[in-house]
């Protein structure tokens, strides 16, 4: 007798996972996954046209095209770049509300978005040449 059958004769839920689904064959690509990877970079990438404030930062991603982007990944992002030493912070009051901590990217952050850049063209590439080969 099985695991998954002594469960359902028995009337006993099998434990749900907290993981993630796995990715079907065939299906869409699961875009939170590769946001994952290139989180750091597209942060980085916006703050180093303004600074911005956790939401501002949010709605930016977003409306460049990246609208699966979670609030608590941007959050947890820059919390950690800050961190690290590559964007600095200030407070700004506010009218509406709690006042606002921005984050703006200091010259270590720009040093590590212009690697970034390259990297991801050199491994964009690389991916574009591979999904694309004789797909014409």
Not at 15 to 33: E, F, I
Not at 95 to 103: S, V
Not at 112 to 122: A, D, N, V
Request: aromatic share 8%; glycine share 12%; net charge neutral.
């Amino acid at each position: 007798c099985t695991t998954a059958a002594y469960l359902k004769t028995s009337g006993i839920a099998p434990a749900r996972s907290s993981a993630p689904a796995a990715h079907v064959p065939g299906g869409p690509m699961d875009t939170t996954q590769l946001l994952r990877g290139v989180l750091d970079a597209a942060v980085l990438a916006v703050l180093d046209d303004a600074d911005g404030y956790g939401y501002d930062v949010v709605r930016r991603l977003r409306a460049a095209g990246l609208e699966d982007v979670g609030d608590a990944s941007v959050y947890g992002t820059l919390r950690r770049l800050y961190s690290a030493g590559v964007l600095s912070s200030y407070v700004v009051p506010s009218d509406e509300g709690p006042h606002r901590k921005y984050y703006g990217i200091n010259p270590q952050g720009r040093a590590m978005l212009t690697t970034q850049r390259t990297e991801w063209k050199e491994f964009s590439g690389a991916m574009t040449a591979l999904l694309m080969k004789g797909a014409a």
